[in-house]
Nanobody, 114 residues
Framework: QVQLVESGGGLVQPGGSLRLSCAAS????????MGWYRQAPGKQRELVAS???????NYADSVKGRFTISRNNVKNTVYLQMDSLEPEDTAVYYC????????WGQGTQVTVSS
């Protein structure tokens, strides 16, 4: 089993920054993909960014140039640095880890509002 624990959400003004963290524990295969998804009220969950254990990165077009994903393979932790936040970024952000299965964190609320 794999457990994911997220932290770092909160309320921020437009143009501000937040950093999300997600620590994975349990039995984790060396090759895996960690990522961040988000779900706004009334919308489907969407991919924000992902990073493989080999460092290959993928971003949603809506966050390119503003968000940065990174990971520490020793700590099995993934980070999402979010800059130039916009009200449209408001959502519950979920961490995921994909190996032979897909595992999800509990979600953390990010609210961008003045």
């Amino acid at each position: 089993q794999v457990q994911l624990v997220e932290s770092g959400g909160g309320l921020v003004q437009p143009g501000g920054s937040l950093r999300l963290s997600c620590a994975a524990s349990g039995t984790i295969f060396s090759f895996n993909v960690m990522g961040w998804y988000r779900q706004a009220p009334g919308k489907q969950r969407e991919l924000v960014a992902s990073i493989t254990s080999r460092g290959n990165i993928n971003y949603a077009d809506s966050v390119k140039g503003r968000f940065t994903i990174s990971r520490n393979n020793v700590k099995n932790t993934v980070y999402l640095q979010m800059d130039s936040l916009e009200p449209e970024d408001t959502a519950v952000y979920y961490c995921s880890l994909t190996t032979t299965n897909v595992y999800w964190g509990q979600g953390t609320q990010v609210t961008v509002s003045s």
